[in-house]
């Protein structure tokens, strides 16, 4: 089931200085098949993604400072990855995590990529041999995500993992299942010491009658805690998901940062930024309800920052039907969101200060670019 491995990485943080984090909600081709024309599919996927990472490697204004960068599930075809890690590695900032959503391949051509990373992925290489060695499931589909660090010496590692939960075609007798992940990488960074990791989608909510996915990183971060006196940071959830508000995860959120049964002091200053597809997607789906809605990437910290609620014209901020959480909440447009991540230590009782700002928002042009929303009367911004 979902085992956690501690992956030791060289990230020269600012120390005692909150982070920066953008969300690239940016729409989703869903991929079928017999599609008409996929080449042309793949392309624009491609463009699209392509002129976010070329918008963060110019880096203007503040965007120079950027420590995460976050894609949703699915959103990067597997044939330009190549082309993903070379502009990430030639053009991007030392200090720089990008989080990769990652179109299916098969399971002997995810191994294949597994291998040619094989040094830092060493564990999940080892749990898919074993994972063969006891059924015949080298064409099953992976649905697999990328975490790329450009360590503070200006080297690139990339982390592999494949998405464990499920997906709703299992449910019939005559569709293929897919395979499932069983090794989650927990970054600990140093010298600065942020720790973090990624999920995809409903690994954040999936259980069996055994054990929880979140359960279990709950378990690591207070470990983590008692052991060393750190946290688990950050988790960001990378989905495309038409449902992002769903019960269940609000379900999951509520126990989370709850603390109803015993306290998580591993998880109590944990940021989560769920970063999904937007509404656009809709489009691509054969079949789709009013309650598909796709979008609404948010950011949740812990009741106790006591954020108070206000709407928006591009975002609000909410506490999630009553949650003990403070919610940043987007709206479902493509938009690219840069904020801020705070350290748990920067908060003072003392100080009415926002833990949370949105330093600025960007919106697709028609030449296939992104230009900043203006700070001007009306508009989201002029209410930081």
Known sequence: MFQIVDKTVTLAFPRGHHLHCMVSQIPNQIRFAGEKDPHAITADKWAQLQSVLQLVAAGEGNLKNLHFLLFPEATLPCRHLDDALQLIDTTFSNNTVTML??????????????????????????????????????NLLVNWAVVTIKESHGRLRVFLQA?????????????????????????????????????????YIYRTIYQSNINTVIQRANELFFSTRQHLDFLAVLECNPKPEHATFRDVLNGFYGEYLAAAPGVR???TVFCNSSHRTRESLPKVSDNDTFGYSSVVI??????????????????FSNL???????????????????VFHEFDPRTTRMPLKVHSIFEPTAQNGWQRINSCPGTALSHL
Not at 115 to 132: H, M, P, T, V, Y
Not at 180 to 199: E, R
Request: hydrophobic share 40%.
């Open 324 to 342: 003990p959480v403070c919610r940043l909440r987007f709206s479902a447009a493509d938009r690219l969101y840069y904020f801020n991540l705070p």
């Open 163 to 203: 998405k464990s939960h499920p997906f709703a075609g299992e449910e019939s007798l005559d569709e293929r299942d897919l395979y499932h992940g069983k090794i989650f990488p927990l970054f600990l960074s140093q010298p600065t010491g942020f720790n973090f990791m990624a999920m995809i989608c409903f690994d």
């Open 101 to 138: 959503g990652m179109e299916h391949m098969k399971l002997h051509q995810f191994k294949t990529v597994v291998k040619r990373f094989g040094d830092d992925n060493a564990e999940l290489l080892q749990s898919i041999i074993n994972d063969q060695d006891s059924a015949d499931i080298d």
């Open 269 to 271: 200053e944990t940021i």
């Open 302 to 319: 812990n009741k106790t920052h006591k954020m108070a609620t206000r709407k928006m014209v591009e975002f609000s901020i909410d506490h």
